[in-house]
């Protein structure tokens, strides 16, 4: 069960982990994310929360620190109604699932609700609600079950070395 | 290499032929997901060594091939301090372990040196560790922005995977007028198709207003490719595109073969007249916050900036020259110039643009991603207004989170630096004449 922190359309790169923030550790750039949209959001998430976005969600820089800065935070699962490509890769990459949801725009702030990523659905607690998100490729299913992009390599190069 | 015919019953695009040879098929549906070798990775020093370094690590495993392997430092240079310094010399460091012999210290924005030294040909498949990788699309190259994690998958292993997209193309007919350039048409563009509008498919350029372009204005196009959440940009190389890369000391190949079937299908196509394109200015905080330059407000601003691997190539500068030539930069504002790259700033010292720009009173900063990304030297202050000619105006981008930058074309610049406000170029030119 986790909260839904619902921003809007085009959240961009530079408002998910600020440049001036960039050279300094993770855990301090991920202090500062979103506190353009929302000053109490970084100091207020918890641990299996749910960001939930509009469209075109993580658009702007390559910087992969935009999602990691939301995985360090515990965030669980960002969904919207669409993604910009190298976030979307990106988050996968880290282990953080980015699930496409047409209806994202009907959840509603600082409700609780309960996600099912195998099934990618989404239970709104109060009223029990179930929205459907699209289930990523099965390529993507895999490198986030392994943890990531690295441990997912991992395998392979020791399997290739075995 | 693909084993099959050359000849393929199905009509392609560009970017399916590309992707075909590099993923060893002889076709690629759109949707289908493909592993594909890279011809060429190229990574800076804020998402390169820093980041990927400890993942090869923990992989046990260097670069694939270090020749195929380019690094620039761009964002941290020169470094302002003790966090900077270490990331640029965990960058050389790493460089020199990795024997990577192309390796481009201060020279410039990767998305400028990298083409500018001959290392993108037509038909490659190019990755690279930023988002405006796009930009490389406009020599008939395949080339698109991956993260720090991607990218070390890509140098370990030589591959990454993709889901083939789909083609739009966008037509531009008719001449540019004086004043108007390859920024104002992406700034329209922006306006008429969103910041989603590429849906991370391939935006693929082409009529004769765009043949009749430089390379470094196509570049400019494909660039902001990324702006539009294309994937890539692309361009079918022409004479232009062979001559620039022979020049460059690089080997243009084949190129003549690497085009689109006629009949290929597409995702969409838009067609848009140049002759009747103004200058475009896009407001805070959105480049599809753009418009006719007629409608923008003409409060004071505050600092104005030529830069970025968008805005400040050897075209550029000179479009900047042409405006401020015999002029001088208005008392209530600044104008900062960073050349794109070490390389410009020689060619501009060698034909007089540097020095109509200086004594006209700009003031010139080192070469490298700098202010546009708010990492160097020229940040703004709370509630500053700034007109740049970078490509993203996002809030807080260039500084204080209360800042405003607004967009534009080079020249458009030059005449806001001149006016102190935003302002239209085309009578400065006019009158110029």
């Known amino acids: 069960m986790g909260r839904i922190w619902t921003f809007g359309d085009n959240v961009d790169t530079d408002l998910l982990a600020p440049g001036v923030y960039m050279k300094g550790p993770i855990e301090e750039l991920a202090a500062h994310c979103l506190e353009g949209l929302n000053p109490d959001f970084a100091a207020s998430v918890r641990p299996g929360d749910i960001v939930v976005g509009g469209k075109n969600f993580g658009m702007g820089s390559s910087r992969e620190q935009a999602a990691q800065a939301l995985k360090t935070l515990g965030v669980a699962a960002v969904l919207a109604r669409s993604f910009a490509g190298i976030f979307y890769r990106n988050a996968f990459n880290l282990g953080l699932p980015a699930l496409v949801c047409d209806d994202a725009s009907t959840l509603e702030d600082g409700a609780l609700a309960d996600l099912d990523l195998a099934l990618g659905r989404l239970t709104v607690a109060e009223t029990g609600v179930v929205v459907a998100c699209d289930a990523a490729p099965p390529h993507l299913q895999a490198i986030v079950a392994a943890g990531g992009l690295i441990p997912y390599l991992e395998v392979k190069f020791k399997g290739a070395a075995a | ?265 597409l995702r969409a196509r838009f067609d848009f007249d140049a002759g009747s394109l103004g200058p475009q200015v896009a407001a805070p905080h959105s480049p599809a916050n753009a418009g006719d330059i007629a409608d923008a407000d003409r409060d004071a601003i505050d600092q104005c900036y030529i830069g970025a691997c968008t805005g400040a190539k050897l075209d550029d500068l000179q479009m900047a020259a042409r405006v401020l030539r015999g002029r001088t930069v208005a008392s209530t504002t600044r104008l900062m110039i960073a050349p794109a790259s070490t390389r410009i700033t020689a060619q501009a010292a060698a034909d007089g643009t540097l020095a109509t720009l200086t004594e006209a009173g700009a003031i010139l900063l080192p070469s490298g991603c700098g202010a546009c990304a708010g990492y160097g030297a020229g940040v703004l202050a709370e509630g500053e207004r700034c007109m740049a000619s970078t490509a993203r105006n996002f809030k807080g981008r260039m500084g204080a989170k209360s800042s405003f930058v607004y967009l534009g074309s080079p020249y458009t610049v030059a005449a806001t630096a001149v006016h102190g406000r935003i302002a239209d170029p085309r009578p400065l030119l006019a009158e110029s004449a």
Request: charge should be negative; include cysteine.
């Open chain 2, 1 to 265: 290499m693909s084993v099959f015919s050359t000849e393929s019953a199905q009509p392609q695009t560009l970017a399916q032929k590309i992707v075909a040879r590099a993923a060893g098929v002889d076709h690629v549906a759109p949707g289908e997901i493909v592993t594909c070798k890279i011809n060429l990775a190229m990574i800076h020093d804020s998402g390169g060594p820093r980041r990927v370094k400890p993942l090869l690590e923990r992989l046990g495993v260097g670069v694939w091939d270090p020749d195929k392997v380019v690094v620039v430092s761009d964002h941290y240079v020169p470094a302002v301090d003790q966090e900077s310094a270490g990331i640029l010399k965990l960058t050389r460091d790493w460089v020199r372990g990795q024997a990577i012999k192309s390796f481009y210290d201060q020279q410039g924005i990767c998305h400028v040196v990298l083409p500018e030294r001959g290392h993108l040909a037509p038909g490659h498949f190019v990755v690279g560790g930023d988002s405006h990788s796009p930009t490389g699309g406009a020599f008939g190259c395949f080339m698109f922005g991956v993260g720090a994690t991607d990218m070390a998958g890509a140098l370990a292993t030589g591959e990454t995977w993709l889901r083939m997209p789909e083609t739009i193309l966008i037509n531009w007919t008719g001449a540019l007028g004086d004043g108007v350039s390859a920024k104002d048409i992406m700034l329209r563009l922006c306006r008429e198709l969103g910041m989603d509008g590429g849906d991370y498919q391939v935006v693929q350029y082409a009529g004769d207003t765009i043949a009749a372009l430089s390379m470094t204005e196509r570049m400019t196009l494909c660039n902001m490719a990324a702006e539009l959440g294309g994937i890539t940009g692309l361009i079918a190389p022409d004479e232009v595109t062979a001559t620039h890369i022979d020049k460059a000391g690089g080997d243009p190949g084949d190129w003549a073969k690497w085009r689109g079937d006629d009949d290929a299908p």
